[in-house]
């Protein structure tokens, strides 16, 4: 191998090479943005549609199904939901994470462009969203007012929305419950009668009157003048003074109708303790940090408070920034902890400031590389790539350690350092290599590894790699060029004298390895007790395992808590509102470690989806209420378990049917697609069934126990008008179902009247009737329908108006109609919760034509932990084949491989002893041990097997090469091990996620580093001694 020759030759050229590279990865670092996760595009787009004033049935009908219908033909579709309800459509298009999700909405916008005039005339035009994490808001606001509260909605809008946009890095921004001022016509239906008119005949005259016109240009000589017909109607008393008489009667709409200057009817109301108001929410760019977007916003938001009214309060609700600064901070005093730990064993074990800082000066120019690749690729600096370069600091040092040891032995011969670093180095290339190989087989196939899972950890995958090939390079490079310059020569050595502390090291070192000797010695000598006690512990690992519970992404205890409230379906606006109060107040009492100011809730339903945009729920009757904590080491209650007890608390009041409560991260919930742990999907064409099947599943679960907030997303209806027309006599009234629909649609919901523009501002004109006035079947009788020929009919003389059943949602998944049952665990893992849900589902008695199954958070993990299996299975097989392409042997790899196995064993105890459960983070720890375990077999082996070419007999090669290679075990494992022990323990925000792949790691190690000493050396002795047994066996029947 060239390189270690190159390298010491030139001994400046490397310097600078290196140099460089550590320059490169400063200016690197210094620009990374920073986050809490890698940036995640969404496998999910949203279509929201607007149809103002129709039923849930009506919307599902004519608007859902048929847009349903056209998107099912998008690229990649891997599943299609939708949900109708009330005056809007939601439906949402899943596909897989390893699809061109820009592709795929390109696609769903060309099939929407095709709708044409499927839809109904008064719907609005479908809104596709796709969702990416940036969406999550950086920053929430909550803002109220009370002098000012009118004019609330210029004060949003122009004084603080309009300054934050310009912010550098501020991407969208959303207002929701600003108080938007509109004319109101309030009509009376008596008065309309009186004068023969209807309120349709109202709104044309009033769009007319307020319509200004232009009449095109007139040439006058040189001259040019524009010709304009200014709106009659300009201002509320020339709006009040409108002649809306057809026949000359000289009736004037205040005659009919209260004119008023006044607030629109809202739809989402927003709340902070300061009361009602408006919150606003702020996202970043894609690509920028969230730090500094938060920190620009919050400067500018201090000078936008300069100029507001005084009575307007502002207070900051959800804050992004949090997590990322406590998590990355965390996390980085880890990574300090790790190095400092790996450096103290380094020098513990070699005992040498030079060569201890050879070994050492690998670990910077390995992680400035990861950093270098980090910015090429255009990733942030967020957990997974932290994690990556902890889990990395220990690993790196060992292709030095191996290099720097046999230049050592080479010195020690009598060669000089150049000779000795270049054929030190060259000799160990084909072995590190190998050895670095093995343990990137196990990261390649977590490479290209699907779902959230693939891009949650490819970062880490990459990133280790890459890390260990920078380890490799430098080993083969930079250590043996800076060993030819600063080891001590052989005569050195010979003159220089240790102090007491290094005799007194020596003579442990030496103690430890007369004691592991004669302890290998025995195992050697007794190879069937060894193994079969190796083979126990193993199998009672095994039943130990079912007791260690199994996960799928650990929440993280970010400090948020939300609580989302579904009243019955008829509650208003109003009402949902009232009780959002209510919780408000409970959260007040009973969360004292509530951060002062961060308590806020929303009402309602956007008219443009806004709040579904960004991951709430909404609807008329439902609310959701938001709080944020101190840090998780101010307080003696996580989020999860204040979440619990605020579910009991929120589940006693009377008027909430519905409730799902959050602890922990508002991003963790988006992450995992705003899925409860576990839900149950209750499929069929009649919602009666369905709901009902739904309702008794969801009784068997609170009758198991170990869940809770366990909620249906069942109907129950509500009570409505029902208008049958009578196509015969409409028709020979000269009226159509279209026409009468329109115009009972305009009475009942309201209808714009045109737009008066004065100041500089633009409101419309609404007009609906007067309170009460509509609430009977009689008085929906008496509406006036204006025939084709002019003539106004009662609709009742057309139509039979009865009560009758409507629903106000209906969700539907794959095209047909679904009710789901969702519940959170209470001190369960998500495995056993699981089987208690399958065991429900199989023991009941599910009706005909309906079909039932499990969904949620359990069905990711299914489909996480079956990609992981095969990434495991993978990397055993890669790992085999690299070390028997190393050995040109299919026996010793198999030798090597049983620490695998046995490895399990260190890893089950540790999740025992430290109460984890097997997660992803976990799984991925259990993957990285097959490519790290092996190393030190692959060293201790070869050794074994270059004894035995020297001459030594089978016994004393494995003795000799035990002792011989026990201190670079220790110091490899060891360096490992405490590299991660920070990660494992640490208790800073973001632990969930990090700690159990730590905790993981270190009881493997532990264990198979016995295993490495003890167990496959007398493996290999056993397996060798029947070959060598074999071998005479064969020699002497050819000699026969």
């Given at each position: 191998m060239r390189l270690p020759e190159i390298a010491v030759?030139?001994?400046?050229?490397?310097?600078?090479?290196?140099l460089a590279v550590l320059i490169v990865g400063v200016v690197a670092f210094t620009r990374l943005p920073l986050d809490i996760m890698p940036e995640l595009e969404m496998p999910s787009l949203t279509v929201i549609t607007v149809y103002p004033g129709a039923s849930a049935e009506e919307v599902e009908q004519d608007v859902t199904k048929v847009i349903e219908a056209l998107l099912a033909g998008t690229e990649n579709l891997k599943e299609i939901k939708s949900q109708s309800k009330e005056n809007v459509s939601f439906i949402t298009m899943i596909f897989d994470w390893n699809s061109d999700i820009e592709s795929s909405t390109n696609s769903a916008r060309d099939l929407l462009d095709l709708l044409g005039n499927r839809l109904p005339a008064q719907a609005r035009k479908p809104m596709l969203f796709k969702i990416n994490s940036n969406m999550l808001p950086v920053l929430m606001y909550g803002m109220t007012a009370k002098e000012s509260y009118s004019e609330l909605e210029h004060i949003v809008n122009d004084k603080i929305a309009d300054p934050i946009r310009r912010v550098p890095g501020v991407g969208t921004l959303i207002t929701i419950g600003t108080p938007k001022q509109e004319y109101r016509v309030t009509v009376s239906p008596e008065k309309l009668r009186g004068y023969n008119l209807s309120i349709a005949q109202l709104a044309t005259i009033l769009k007319g009157q307020s319509l200004s016109i232009p009449g095109g240009n007139i040439d006058v000589g040189e001259n040019s003048f524009a010709v304009r017909i200014p709106a009659n109607v300009n201002s509320l008393e020339t709006l009040k003074n409108t002649q809306v008489s057809i026949l000359g009667q000289g009736v004037k709409l205040r005659d009919v109708a209260e004119v008023s200057l006044t607030t629109e009817e809202m739809t989402a109301v927003a709340q902070s303790l300061h009361g009602q108001g408006a919150a606003v929410m702020i996202q970043k760019q894609s690509g920028e940090n969230t730090l500094e977007v938060a920190k620009r916003v919050r400067a500018k938001m201090e000078e936008v408070r300069k100029t507001l009214p005084p009575d307007v309060e502002i207070n900051e609700v959800m804050f992004a920034d949090e997590v990322v600064r406590e998590s990355i901070s965390g996390l980085s005093s880890s990574l300090l902890y790790s190095l400092?730990?790996?450096?103290?064993?380094?020098?513990?074990?070699?005992?040498?400031?030079?060569?201890?800082?050879?070994?050492?000066?690998?670990?910077?120019?390995?992680?400035?590389?990861?950093?270098?690749?980090?910015?090429?690729?255009?990733?942030?600096?967020?957990?997974?790539?932290?994690?990556?370069?902890?889990?990395?600091?220990?690993?790196?040092?060992?292709?030095?350690?191996?290099?720097?040891?046999?230049?050592?032995?080479?010195?020690?011969?009598?060669?000089?350092?150049?000779?000795?670093?270049?054929?030190?180095?060259?000799?160990?290339?084909?072995?590190?290599?190998?050895?670095?190989?093995?343990?990137?087989?196990?990261?390649?196939p977590m490479v290209f590894m699907g779902g959230i899972v693939g891009v949650l950890f490819k970062q880490l995958a990459v990133l280790v790699s890459v890390t260990l090939i920078a380890s490799l390079v430098t080993a083969l490079a930079l250590t043996p060029m800076v060993s030819s310059k600063m080891l001590l020569t052989a005569?050195?050595?010979?003159?220089?004298?240790?102090?007491?502390?290094?005799?007194?090291?020596?003579?442990?070192?030496?103690?430890?390895?007369?004691?592991?000797?004669?302890?290998?010695?025995?195992?050697?000598?007794?190879?069937?007790?060894?193994?079969?006690?190796?083979?126990?512990?193993f199998i009672g690992s095994l039943f130990l395992a079912k007791v260690v519970g199994t996960d799928y992404i650990p929440a993280m205890d970010a400090g948020d808590v939300a609580v989302n409230i579904q009243l019955e379906v008829s509650a208003s606006v109003e009402k949902t509102d009232s009780v959002t109060r209510e919780v408000m107040k409970l959260f007040e009492e009973h969360v004292p470690e509530m951060l002062p100011g961060t308590l806020a809730s929303i009402a309602g339903q956007t008219s443009d989806g806004a709040l579904t945009a960004v991951g709430f729920k909404e609807g008329k009757n439902i609310g959701t209420i938001l709080?944020?904590?101190?840090?998780?080491?101010?307080?003696?209650?996580?989020?999860?378990?204040?979440?619990?007890?605020?579910?009991?608390?929120?589940?006693?009041?009377?008027?909430?049917?519905?409730?799902?409560?959050m602890g922990g991260s508002v991003l963790s919930t988006a992450v995992q697609g705003n899925k409860s742990p576990i839900e149950i999907n209750v499929y069929g064409s009649s919602l009666a069934t369905i709901n009902a099947t739904a309702q008794m599943l969801a009784d068997s679960l609170k009758a198991r126990g170990g869940f809770a907030d366990i909620i249906t997303t069942r109907d129950p209806g509500k009570l409505e008008i029902l208008v049958d027309i009578d196509e015969d006599k409409a028709s020979s009234m000269m009226l159509n179902s279209g026409l009468i629909g329109l115009q009972v649609r305009q009475a009942l919901y309201g209808t714009e009247g045109g737009k008066i523009s004065s100041d500089g501002n633009t409101r419309r004109i609404y007009l609906r009737y007067e309170e009460g006035a509509s609430d009977k079947v009689e008085d929906v009788k008496n509406i006036l329908i204006t025939n084709l020929a002019g003539t106004k009919v009662k609709l009742g003389a057309v139509a039979d108006v009865k009560l009758g059943q409507g629903v106000l949602q209906i969700d539907r998944e794959a095209q047909q109609r679904i009710v789901r049952v969702k519940a959170n665990l209470d001190n369960i893992p998500l495995g056993d919760a699981a089987k208690i849900a399958e065991d429900i589902i199989a023991t009941s008695d599910i009706p005909d034509g309906v079909v039932v199954e499990t969904a949620g958070q359990i069905k990711e993990q299914e489909s996480a932990f079956s990609s992981l299996y095969l990434m495991l299975v993978l990397g055993i097989l890669m790992v085999y084949m690299v070390m028997a392409g190393q050995f040109e042997s299919f026996v010793d790899p198999f030798i090597i491989m049983m620490a695998v196995p046995l490895t399990i064993i260190g890893?089950?105890?540790?999740?025992?002893?430290?109460?984890?459960?097997?997660?992803?983070?976990?799984?991925?720890?259990?993957?990285?041990?097959v490519g790290i375990v092996v190393n030190n077999g692959i060293v201790l082996i070869d050794y074994i097997k270059l004894l035995r070419k020297r001459g030594?007999?089978?016994?004393?090669?494995?003795?000799?090469?035990?002792?011989?290679?026990?201190?670079?075990?220790?110091?490899?494992?060891?360096?490992?091990?405490?590299?991660?022990?920070?990660?494992?323990?640490?208790?800073?925000?973001?632990?969930?996620?990090?700690?159990?792949?730590?905790?993981?790691?270190?009881?493997g190690l532990l264990v198979s580093t016995f295993i490495t000493l003890l167990v496959v050396p007398t493996f290999y002795a056993a397996i060798h001694r029947r070959e060598k047994a074999i071998e005479g066996m064969l020699k002497r029947n050819v000699e026969e």
């Open positions: 030759k030139r001994p400046v050229a490397t310097a600078m090479a290196f400092i730990f790996v450096v103290l064993v380094v020098l513990a074990m070699l005992r040498d400031w030079r060569q201890s800082f050879i070994v050492v000066l690998t670990i910077p120019f390995s992680l400035i590389t990861a950093l270098i690749l980090m910015f090429v690729i255009g990733w942030s600096i967020n957990i997974f790539s932290l994690m990556s370069l902890i889990i990395a600091m220990g690993m790196v040092v060992d292709n030095a350690i191996v290099v720097l040891e046999n230049i050592n032995q080479h010195i020690e011969r009598g060669a000089g350092r150049n000779e000795a670093a270049m054929f030190g180095a060259s000799e160990m290339g084909s072995a590190i290599i190998a050895s670095t190989l093995t343990t990137l087989m196990v990261f390649l005569k050195s050595r010979k003159n220089r004298k240790h102090g007491p502390l290094y005799r007194l090291s020596e003579n442990i070192f030496v103690w430890l390895e007369d004691v592991y000797s004669n302890v290998l010695k025995w195992t050697v000598h007794h190879k069937a007790v060894t193994l079969l006690i190796a083979l126990l512990l709080c944020h904590l101190v840090l998780p080491n101010e307080r003696t209650r996580s989020a999860e378990e204040i979440a619990r007890e605020m579910g009991k608390l929120v589940a006693k009041i009377p008027e909430v049917q519905n409730y799902k409560i890893v089950i105890l540790a999740f025992f002893v430290t109460n984890t459960t097997l997660s992803v983070s976990a799984f991925i720890g259990i993957i990285m041990l030594y007999d089978l016994e004393t090669a494995v003795r000799e090469a035990g002792r011989s290679r026990l201190r670079p075990v220790l110091m490899t494992s060891l360096t490992t091990m405490l590299g991660m022990l920070p990660m494992a323990l640490s208790v800073d925000m973001g632990r969930e996620i990090y700690s159990p792949l730590g905790i993981t790691m270190i009881g």
